[in-house]
C-alpha cells in the first residue's frame, strides 16, 4: 500500500498560489539560512504589518481563505485576517526559507470548542518551536514546543504546557498562567481550514459574527479593538481602556492598517452601530 504522507505536505496546500516574494518584501525580511534568528524576525515583523481583523465577516464580504485570496488579502488590499489567513501565508513563506513545517489547528480558551485556531508548528535542528502570527494578542516570535517553556515579553509571559485529550499530545499556550488555546498534533488538511473559516465567519453565535474585532501589534503597544472600545497594552504601564464613539472606532480600523474605500467605510460605521444597539 502506497503512503499518503508525500501530497499532504506541500502540492495540497497549493503555496505556488502565494507570492512570496511579495509577502517578505512587505514585511522587510530578506531570505537567508533558516535559522531561529530568521523566524524570531519573521515572527515578529508578520505580526507588526499585518493586523489581525474580522472586518470583512461583518461586512459580509468575506472572499475566503484559498491561498491565492489569502495573498490578496493581506498583501495586497491590506485588509488584516484573522488565524486562517495568517497561519497560511506564514507557514508558506517558512517553506519558501527552507524550514521545516507542520500545520496545526486548536481550540481557543476550552478543550471542548471546535478547532477553530490555526497555528505552526516549525522543527529547526531537531528542536520543535511554536509560532502563532494568527492569534490577536498572543506571542510576537516562536516559544519552544516543550512542556513548561516560557517566553517573556516585556512584562507579560507566555508558556507552553503539554497535556493530553483522550489520549492525544495537546499543546496548550498560555498568557498569564490562563490558557489562550490548545494545538493538536493531528493533521491538517485544507478542507479543515475550510470549514473552520466556515464555522468562525458564519455560526450564528461566533464571537466574529457579533463582534468588531481588530487587533495589531503597534510600535508604541498592542491595540485591541471592539465596536465600542480601545485597549491599550503597553509594558511597564497600565492598560489604558478608552470607550469610542462610532466615528471613533471606524477611524481606529484604518489607523491600525485596515483599507477601506468610503462605501466600506459607511457600511463599516451601519455594522458598528447596529452591534453597539444589539450589545
Known amino acids: 500500500m502506497g503512503t499518503t504522507d508525500q501530497p499532504l505536505l506541500g502540492e495540497s496546500w497549493r503555496t505556488d498560489l502565494f507570492d512570496i516574494p511579495a509577502y517578505l518584501s512587505a514585511v522587510d525580511v530578506h531570505p537567508s539560512e533558516p535559522t531561529l534568528e530568521l523566524l524570531e524576525e519573521l515572527h515578529g515583523k508578520h505580526v507588526r504589518t499585518f493586523p489581525f481583523g474580522n472586518v470583512d465577516v461583518l461586512l459580509g464580504a468575506h472572499p475566503g481563505v484559498a491561498p491565492d485570496?489569502?495573498?490578496?488579502?493581506?498583501?495586497?488590499?491590506?485588509?488584516?485576517?484573522?488565524?486562517?489567513?495568517?497561519?497560511?501565508?506564514?507557514?508558506?513563506?517558512?517553506?519558501?526559507?527552507?524550514?521545516?513545517?507542520?500545520?496545526?489547528?486548536?481550540r481557543v480558551h476550552e478543550l471542548t470548542n471546535t478547532r477553530t485556531h490555526m497555528a505552526v508548528h516549525v522543527e529547526i535542528d531537531g528542536e520543535r518551536w511554536l509560532c502563532d502570527p494568527g492569534f490577536g494578542f498572543s506571542i510576537t516570535g516562536p516559544i519552544a514546543l516543550k512542556d513548561g517553556a516560557v517566553r517573556v515579553e516585556g512584562d507579560r509571559a507566555f508558556g507552553m504546557r503539554e497535556l493530553t485529550d483522550q489520549?492525544?499530545?495537546?499543546?496548550?499556550?498560555?498568557?498569564?498562567?490562563?490558557a489562550e488555546h490548545y494545538a493538536d498534533e493531528s493533521p491538517v488538511h485544507p478542507a479543515?481550514?475550510?470549514?473552520?473559516h466556515f464555522v468562525t465567519s458564519r455560526e450564528e453565535n461566533s464571537p466574529f459574527v457579533n463582534h468588531l474585532m481588530v487587533m495589531r501589534h503597534m510600535p508604541y503597544a498592542h491595540v485591541t479593538l471592539?465596536?465600542?472600545?480601545?485597549?491599550?497594552?503597553?509594558?511597564?504601564r497600565e492598560t489604558e481602556h478608552t470607550e469610542l464613539?462610532?466615528?471613533?472606532?471606524?477611524?481606529?480600523?484604518?489607523?491600525?492598517?485596515?483599507?477601506?474605500?468610503?462605501?466600506?467605510?459607511?457600511?463599516?460605521?451601519?455594522?458598528?452601530?447596529?452591534l453597539r444597539k444589539n450589545g
Request: with cysteine.
Open 69 to 106: 485570496v489569502v495573498q490578496n488579502q493581506l498583501v495586497r488590499r491590506r485588509r488584516g485576517g484573522y488565524c486562517f489567513e495568517h497561519a497560511q501565508i506564514f507557514a508558506a513563506a517558512l517553506e519558501h526559507l527552507g524550514f521545516s513545517v507542520r500545520r496545526a489547528l486548536g
Open 226 to 236: 471592539t465596536e465600542s472600545a480601545r485597549t491599550v497594552r503597553a509594558p511597564g
Open 245 to 274: 464613539s462610532v466615528a471613533e472606532v471606524v477611524d481606529t480600523v484604518l489607523e491600525l492598517g485596515i483599507m477601506l474605500d468610503e462605501e466600506e467605510v459607511d457600511a463599516l460605521t451601519a455594522v458598528v452601530t447596529r
Open 167 to 178: 489520549g492525544n499530545t495537546v499543546w496548550a499556550l498560555t498568557r498569564g498562567g490562563k
Open 192 to 196: 479543515d481550514v475550510r470549514a473552520g
